[in-house]
């Protein structure tokens, strides 16, 4: 009797363990991923809403506390389908990575079904899975119960409208939309503006993240100029007419592709918060 006693007591315990792991992602971050997010972090791990915005500026940790909500959202719902979308394939990999380096890092390993690529299948049956937008064509065909749009500014207006958020339409699936600002011509400000319904927003300038001092956000205003420390550090919206190019010209500009294929030299901008890249084959 006593250690039939014992047994069920340990058995409950570790259901109320697996009920809480499962309702608050949390406690999930901290126990199965060894991820101990800041409090501006907790609120969105633990937002339950289907629609959920994000404004940041740089280094605020938003990609990785995407991951880790990412995870969780798999993890305690079976058969689901995860799309990560960026502006480009390098962004998308970024934060599949981040995914992939919790999971392979932790027990979750154990719940991995096969990697192919940039996809993930775990075991009860959850699908992640990282997609460039480029002009929408990459995104066809798929339908999701989640969609993480990160960098979302700088992505196509008519792919995020008219492709990527029919697919959770049948699923009625949840949408979390992440990125720095950009302009104002662009759905990604009409949602933050609240003219897109009800969305769940979170404003996180840089300053919210402890590790970042006053003193460097006060070097960084100093060299890189007034507006474009608000947009970085600040994730403050300029109008086109504070901008030597508009804005929406640049946009148009952004495309991704296999660095390896461009012959000679290859130079691009990474909006999303990289660096200008240059690559130069070398010559025979």
């Known amino acids: 009797m006593r250690g039939s006693s014992r047994g069920g007591l340990g058995s409950s315990t570790s259901r109320r363990l697996l009920r809480r792991l ?45 991951a880790v909500k990412t995870i969780h959202f798999a993890s305690t719902r079976s058969n689901s389908t995860c799309l990560l979308i960026s502006a480009t394939l390098r962004q998308s990999l970024l934060l599949f990575e981040k995914i992939m380096g ?9 719940s991995v079904e096969r990697r192919r690529g ?4 775990l075991k009860n ?26 960098e979302a500014a700088f992505m ?24 720095t600002p950009w302009d104002k011509d662009h759905i990604f400000y009409r ?10 927003r979170y404003y996180w300038p840089s300053s919210l993240n402890p590790m970042i001092s006053r003193s460097f956000l ?4 100093r060299l890189i100029g007034e507006e474009r420390y608000l947009v970085e550090y600040e994730a403050r919206f300029l109008d086109d007419r504070s901008s030597f190019l508009p804005m929406t010209l640049l946009r148009r500009c952004v495309e991704d592709y296999e660095p390896e294929l461009v012959e000679g030299a290859v130079y691009g901008y990474d909006p999303g918060g990289g660096c200008s890249r240059s690559r130069t084959t070398p010559s025979a």
């Open 218 to 221: 006060e070097e960084q205003r």
């Open 191 to 200: 949602i933050w503006s609240g003219r897109h319904g009800e969305w769940s």
């Open 156 to 179: 196509p207006e008519k792919v995020i409208a008219n492709i990527a958020l029919p697919m959770i339409a049948a699923t009625d699936g949840s949408c979390w939309i992440l990125s």
């Open 125 to 150: 049956g959850s699908r992640i899975i990282a997609l460039p937008c480029g002009d929408g064509d990459t995104l066809r065909g798929y339908t999701a119960n989640l969609l993480v749009l990160d």
């Open 118 to 121: 940039r996809s993930l299948t």
């Open 22 to 66: 499962a309702e608050d992602p949390v406690i999930f971050s901290r126990i199965i991923l060894g991820f101990r997010p800041y409090p501006y972090q907790e609120k969105f791990l633990r937002d339950e809403s289907k629609r959920i915005i994000v404004c940041s500026g740089r280094q605020v940790g938003k990609s990785t506390v995407a």
């Open 102 to 110: 919790f999971v392979e890092s932790s027990v979750l390993r154990y």
